[in-house]
């Protein structure tokens, strides 16, 4: 697999590999009361975006530039669909489905660099 390092991405960050459901992302903009759902199309868009439990998760987190520590801030505004959408777009974040229950979780601290270009 491969994953993409966002070029503002830098400093100490985690590579996850784990089985779906375990430790999923969060529907922060619905807990927080920023986002709602107004559809029965989105709520199914939602639904499926859901982890489910034959899945292999492969994310890469963390490196945030100096002077932006603290949570995510886009993500606290979007539906957990468009940040899953947005980040597997941006590569940080790969699905792979598969015919076996999954479970499990292994996390590799890296440092990433500046770039020099």
Known sequence: FKLSIPREM??????????GGIAPLEQESIALGLET??????????????ETN???????????PPGLEGPDL???????????KRRIEEGTLKIFKSDYFVEGLLRKTIKILPSNG
């Open 37 to 50: 759902i107004s559809s029965f199309n989105e709520l199914l868009q939602e639904m499926s975006a859901q």
């Open 54 to 64: 034959n899945e292999v998760i492969i994310e890469l987190i963390g490196g945030t």
């Open 10 to 19: 830098i400093g100490p960050s985690e590579v996850i590999v784990r089985g």
């Open 74 to 84: 886009e993500e606290e505004d979007e539906l957990l669909s468009q940040v899953k």
